[in-house]
Structure formats: C-alpha cells, structure tokens
C-alpha cells in the first residue's frame, strides 16, 4: 500500500491521493456496514473514533507527503519512532517519572534519526527531501498519540466499526479542504485509488483485530519488518537502493524503542485505559 501511495502522492499528490482513497474505503466501509445492519456506535464509543479517525488521518497524509519526497525505506525507517514517542506520551498523560533506560533510548534513537538524515546529506538528495523526512518525523509523532487510542477503540469496537468510521471521519477531514485543493483524477489512476483503499480498510481491520486481542508492546515490534518490505518495494517499483547509514540508523531506532519498552510494559496499556 505504501508503494501505491507513494506513486500516487507524486502523480496527483498527497492530499488528493489520501481524499480519494478515504472516500472509496468509506463506501466500501458504509456498504458492508449497512449491509450487516450494525448498530450505532455509543457516544464514548464514537469519540474513540473520532479521535482516531482524526489523528491517524493527519499523521497519514503527512507521512504520504513525506514518502513522495524521500525513499520508502528511509521514510519507513523514520516512522519507526513512533512507538518511542508513544511511551512517553502514555508517561505524560499517567504523569509518569522518565526513567534513566528511556532517556537511554531515546539518545540512541535520536542518534539513529541523525544517522539517517545524515545518509540523506551525504546521497545529496536536495532540501525538498529533508522537508520530506521532517513531515515523516512529525507524521511520527501524531501517529504515536494514535497508536495510544487505537489499543482502547480496537477493545469497545469490532475491526469493521474501526475501519469504516476511522476512513469516514478522515473524509470528512479532508473534504474541509476540498474547494480549494481538490480535483477528480484521471481514469488512468482510479484503479490504484481502489486497490489502495482495499488495502487500508483490510489492514485497518487486522489491526483492530489485533489489538483487541494483545497489548500494543508485544505488537509493535512485528511492525519493524515493514522495513524489509519498504526496501524491497522501494527497490522493485521505484529503483531506489538502501544505503548502509539508512540501514544502522533504522536499526538504532529500533533498538531505541525495544529499550524503551522494556522499561515499562504496562504504561500504554494503562495510558489506554485511561484515555
């Protein structure tokens, strides 16, 4: 999904692939939705995914922006801080004590995050890519507080409640903005419009599916085998390579946030229970 996204952020631009992806998932969504006759969702229920929905929304389509203007690899690796910042967002929220192992962490990843911007310096790859791994690291961080919020919605809603009402608030986020920044696409483009909305509903889904039933620590770490894939995909579809700094800074990262997690498991659960 990454690398369609990717491809159509730089033919017709991040926010119109975002517009239009969301509207096609929200029709998928509100089809089986109605289909299924599934109830009205709760007022606490529906501010869960309204928060999510908005969130998710924004922290997407600045990391859509971003992916168009730096290499898949180096933008996936970028986000990987996410569930660092998630950690101590959880820890301001519980009014939490940082811990030396967090601050330890949070050194290595930042090193890592320097590693890879510097590998962007050194390849040469122009200002409008720095801008573009700068949206990704802020994308980063509103995907964190996301993150928080997913671990409660996923516990109070099904995995299809998630995704539809998730890809219709990000609609209706975008839609604010449609008179001045949006146009219908070519023909040529609508089949990777709908594959890619395909793609985010079902993810969206197994992720809801997956986070009702394990805690947000055991799970983020799967989330690092994206960066085999983006490297791959990036490499096939777009021709980039994977230079050696992106590969150590991306490593210390992880190895920041696996560090950070150790140090308190049970902090997002509990900052999810609280939100």
Not at 63 to 91: H, K, M, N, T
Not at 173 to 178: G, R, S
Not at 264 to 269: G, K, Q
Request: hydrophobic share 65%.
């Amino acid at each position: 999904m990454d690398a369609i996204m990717k491809g159509l952020s730089i033919e017709i631009g991040a926010y119109n692939a975002m517009l239009w992806r969301s509207i096609a998932a929200s029709v998928i969504g509100g089809g089986l939705f109605l289909a299924l006759r599934k109830p009205w969702p709760a007022t606490p229920v529906l501010k869960l995914h309204v928060a999510r929905g908005v969130t998710a929304a924004i922290s997407v389509l600045m990391f859509f922006w971003g992916l168009a203007r730096v290499p898949i690899a180096q933008g996936v690796a970028l986000s990987f801080v996410a569930p660092l910042v998630a950690l101590y967002l959880a820890a301001v929220i519980l009014k939490e004590d940082v811990g030396k192992n967090a601050i330890m962490a949070s050194i290595i990843a930042f090193t890592g995050v320097i590693v890879i911007l510097a590998g962007q310096a050194q390849a040469d790859m122009g200002p409008d890519a720095f801008r573009g791994a700068i949206a990704i690291l802020i994308a980063a961080v509103i995907y964190a507080l996301s993150l928080i919020i997913a671990r409660r919605q996923s516990l109070v809603a099904d995995p299809l409640d998630v995704a539809f009402f998730n890809n219709a608030v990000a609609t209706v986020l975008f839609l604010v903005a449609a008179p001045w920044l949006a146009f219908v696409p070519a023909a040529e483009h609508v089949p990777n419009l709908i594959i890619s909305a395909v793609f985010a509903f079902l993810s969206m889904m197994l992720l809801a599916w997956a986070y009702a039933r394990a805690e947000a620590q055991y799970l983020l770490p799967v989330e690092y085998t994206a960066f085999i894939w983006a490297a791959l995909l990036g490499w096939l579809v777009f021709g980039e390579t994977v230079s050696v700094l992106t590969v150590i800074g991306a490593l210390m990262i992880v190895a920041g946030c696996l560090l950070a997690a150790r140090r308190r498991p049970e902090v997002i659960a509990q900052a999810e229970v609280a939100l």
